[in-house]
């Protein structure tokens, strides 16, 4: 009897699976609760563990791709897809949404956990009596089966509306990249825990070769999703910027922060040897992050503008998260007797990658620190102190009643706070450049080490007496609170930290590549552009974000084109034309929403033409949608008030212009001009230019990170794992 090929049977139960859900939709809960009964089996029976699992995943991937079959079919008969989607939607969007919610997401790391764990049985790496990778993907699997991804749309809903249409924020081409990156990421994490778990009790093999796989992978589409994250924030009111300190991004900050101090551990790693249970550790706290990452996104104490709206289980996720850091404790506690045990070579992790390894989980525990913190307060219900409410005391000139109460209540809702993150976390950068720029230099020698590492601390001390490069050039004209001036003498040393790392590691790199020619390149080239685009981001991050600056404008718009304003940064622009209509694009929307989609021609400081338009959308009544042109500034200018009036129907999409020396933002407001069309007061079109400098920086250094990162864990990673276990690739 000929054996079935690897691969088949899987690809026979998707083939049959995926049609049936597409037929009968309730069929995908009674499917995934055989994947979850499949799974829990395999967590507790090693005897046909392999083929349990991938069932399973064959199961969970065929309800996720019957789960986009039902978008892209505009199936609102299933509750999930009337919720996030909408038939005037263009298909990548409709499919996209498969992610919009807790019960997509959930779905969808579920089936990331279970093809894991089914291709870790396949090559004989699971064979242990119990299996933590099936019982992790089994509680994700019970948490995406309780969520009900396939309940079918009460009739009532249908009656009052055909859909209820996506979120306006998120009709971005980054949802289709974002999300999906940032899952793939938490299912390569929560595969550490297994090794790691293993490693902490005293099993030696095959733990540092997977770890350093698994940590490569998850550390590189995490930035990636990162990457797509920023981009897609800085054409966001409700963001701004790049980055601002949302709870959420803190906590991935965290789970990224832990990632990197497990990748600069793990080599060499052994039982026995000096500090062996710290990488193991670090792998047991990366998994056990990313189900507290998920419940930061779901809890409602924190104001986030992440958080999936009417989400609850956040539960079950802390639940996970709580019983990984158990295991923890109960592994390493039964791991004891195999340290002593074990001979000890003599080998040690160098002293540069063991203080970068504490600059990591410094900035990690800052970062956690601040956001347990604000936690704290948001349950106790502790007043937030009056610097954290910028533009509340002047918007409350300009409510009554339970519109002040409400706005009031909004900035008493806490979350982290961006300024004490950042007077903590600089000091860490600024020690991780040092440590870095002088491991590298050390390598070329000892002499350079030394050398090299004075003259740098020589020129921290010089900038600081001279009063700071950045310091100097900071005007306060821009977005951020007079309170970053207490920490740019500290930015000013991370940006020479940064600049020290990025030259040794250079260095470095075309020492050892004139020593050992090609054969040198594999292990150099990625290594090196990871340490200087890390350099070149943290450049353009910082600089962009202290020195920015906005200017507005009020523009008299009658119909036709405007007269051209000048800006202080050297532009000139005016609205050539302002297209006003109903809002049928498939987002959230009410029987009144509008959209005006807004011409404006821009001429650069050297005359060059940057023309180009912009969208507002606003499915609010038309007696909220103009509030004064005082208000429309806050919103433009501070992410907490735009996340207040904000609605899933409400968006503002500037023109942007990205150079190379600055970006530029175009903010239209032309709220004034559509009631004043529509036969209501109205007045000026609202422009607020903003100016980011360097910021091409942090795009440059994030590519040059994810080339390095992809070479290593597509690559480099696939290489070891052959050498040291064929059976494991």
Not at 233 to 253: K, L, N
Not at 271 to 277: A, Q, S
């Amino acid at each position: 009897m000929r054996a079935v090929p690897r691969g088949v049977a899987p690809v026979a139960v998707v083939a049959l699976a995926v049609p049936l859900v597409a037929m009968w939709p309730a069929a995908g809960q009674s499917l995934l609760a055989v994947a979850l009964g499949l799974t829990v089996h395999a967590a507790f029976r090693a005897v046909g563990r392999a083929a349990a699992l991938a069932l399973a995943a064959a199961l969970a991937w065929a309800c996720v791709l019957a789960l986009g079959w039902h978008f892209a079919a505009d199936g609102f008969g299933v509750r999930y897809v009337w919720l996030y989607s909408s038939a005037e939607l263009p298909l990548h969007l409709k499919i996209a949404n498969v992610w919009g919610g807790d019960e997509g997401t959930t779905l969808m790391l579920a089936a990331c956990c279970l093809g894991l764990a089914a291709g870790r049985a396949r090559a004989g790496g699971d064979r242990g009596r119990h299996s933590v990778a099936a019982a992790i993907a089994a509680w994700v699997a019970f948490t995406a089966l309780w969520l009900t991804p396939f309940a079918a749309t009460p009739a009532g809903w249908l009656a009052q509306a055909p859909s209820q249409g996506m979120n306006a924020h998120l009709m971005k081409p980054w949802m289709l990249f974002h999300a999906p990156l940032v899952l793939a990421a938490y299912a390569w994490t929560l595969a550490l825990a297994a090794p790691a778990l293993d490693a902490l009790r005293g099993v030696p093999a095959p733990w540092p070769v997977l770890a350093r796989a698994h940590a490569r992978r998850a550390w590189l589409v995490l930035t990636a999703g990162i990457g797509f994250g920023m981009l897609w924030a800085f054409e966001d009111a409700m963001y701004g910027q790049v980055w601002h300190w949302d709870p959420v991004q803190t906590a991935v900050f965290c789970l990224w922060c832990v990632l990197g101090a497990h990748l600069h551990g793990v080599a060499g790693w052994g039982v026995g040897r000096p500090h062996w249970r710290t990488m193991p550790w670090a792998g047991v706290l990366a998994a056990a992050a990313v189900p507290l990452v998920m419940a930061v996104t779901r809890n409602p104490v924190l104001a986030s503008s992440h958080r999936y709206v009417g989400a609850d289980s956040w539960i079950a996720h802390l639940v996970l998260a709580g019983v990984l850091l158990l295991a923890g404790v109960a592994c390493a506690i039964a791991g004891r007797r195999a340290g002593k045990a074990a001979s000890p070579t003599g080998w040690r992790l160098p002293s540069g990658l063991w203080l970068a390894q504490l600059c990591f989980v410094g900035a990690a525990a800052v970062a956690a620190g601040q956001l347990l913190f604000a936690f704290g307060a948001g349950v106790l219900h502790l007043p937030r102190p009056e610097e954290y409410k910028p533009f509340l005391a002047m918007l409350g000139n300009l409510t009554t009643g339970g519109e002040l109460a409400a706005l009031r209540a909004a900035f008493e809702q806490w979350d982290v706070d961006g300024y004490v993150l950042a007077r903590l976390l600089l000091l860490p950068l600024a020690g991780f450049g040092l440590v870095g720029g002088w491991y590298f230099f050390r390598r070329i020698s000892v002499a350079a080490g030394r050398g090299t590492l004075l003259l740098v601390l020589l020129a921290m001390g010089a900038n600081a007496l001279w009063g700071g490069a950045v310091t100097r050039q900071y005007t306060g004209a821009g977005i951020l609170s007079q309170q970053i001036v207490a920490v740019l003498p500290w930015l000013d040393a991370s940006l020479v930290g940064g600049a020290y790392l990025a030259l040794g590691g250079l260095a470095w790199a075309v020492q050892v590549l004139h020593r050992q020619g090609r054969k040198a390149v594999a292990t150099v080239v990625p290594l090196a552009a990871i340490h200087a685009g890390v350099a070149l981001a943290l450049w353009g991050g910082l600089l962009a974000t202290a020195l920015n600056s906005y200017t507005q404008h009020e523009i008299v718009f009658d119909g036709g084109p405007s007269a051209w304003a000048k800006d202080r940064h050297g532009y000139a622009f005016r609205l050539a034309d302002i297209r006003i209509g109903p809002a049928l694009d498939g987002a959230s929307a009410a029987p009144a929403a509008v959209q005006a989609l807004t011409t404006i021609e821009v001429r650069g400081p050297t005359g060059e033409r940057l023309d180009g338009q912009t969208l507002y959308r606003d499915a609010r009544a038309p007696s909220e949608r103009f509030d004064g042109p005082l208000r429309q500034v806050c919103e433009l200018l501070d992410y907490r008030y735009a996340r207040h009036v904000g609605t899933p129907g409400y968006l503002l999409q500037p023109l942007i212009d990205q150079g190379w020396m600055r970006a530029v933002q175009f903010w239209v407001a032309p709220a004034a001009v559509v009631e004043a069309i529509d036969g209501r007061a109205g007045g000026a079109v609202i422009v607020v230019v903003k100016v980011f400098p360097f910021i091409s920086l942090l795009w440059s250094g994030l590519l040059l990170v994810l080339f390095g990162s992809a070479w290593l864990a597509l690559v480099g990673s696939r290489k070891t794992l052959r050498k040291s276990h064929p059976s494991m690739q």
